[in-house]
Nanobody, 115 residues
Framework: QVQLVESGGGLVQAGGSLRLSCVASGSTFGITTMGWYRQAPGKQRDLVASITRGGSTNSADSVKGRFTISRDNAKNTVYLQMNSLKPEDTAVYYC?????????WGQGTQVTVSS
């Protein structure tokens, strides 16, 4: 299965920006959708944004206008540009690649936004 590695998380002040990257190893043939999810302590893992191989995007209402998902199919990489960060964005962010018969997850990267 595809192995994913996230990077780019860290500590940032409210109003700041971060750019997350997720690199997939091996062949991504058959992958239909790539996405970013986040999970705060005591809460469920929720979709932040997703993108298809063709570039169609979807995002949660809470991040519309602030976060942008993009991908580079040739590099097997998906990005999440996060602007105007808020303390409520604090969570572990996970990358996901979805195929027709399996779903691959990264180990997550911590994003902490201070007020």
């Amino acid at each position: 299965q595809v192995q994913l590695v996230e990077s780019g998380g860290g500590l940032v002040q409210a109003g700041g920006s971060l750019r997350l990257s997720c690199v997939a190893s091996g062949s991504t043939f058959g992958i239909t959708t790539m996405g970013w999810y986040r999970q705060a302590p005591g809460k469920q893992r929720d979709l932040v944004a997703s993108i298809t191989r063709g570039g169609s995007t979807n995002s949660a209402d809470s991040v519309k206008g602030r976060f942008t998902i993009s991908r580079d199919n040739a590099k097997n990489t998906v990005y999440l540009q996060m602007n105007s960060l808020k303390p409520e964005d604090t969570a572990v962010y996970y990358c996901n690649f979805q195929g027709p018969w399996y779903s691959s997850w990264g180990q997550g990267t911590q994003v902490t936004v201070s007020s």
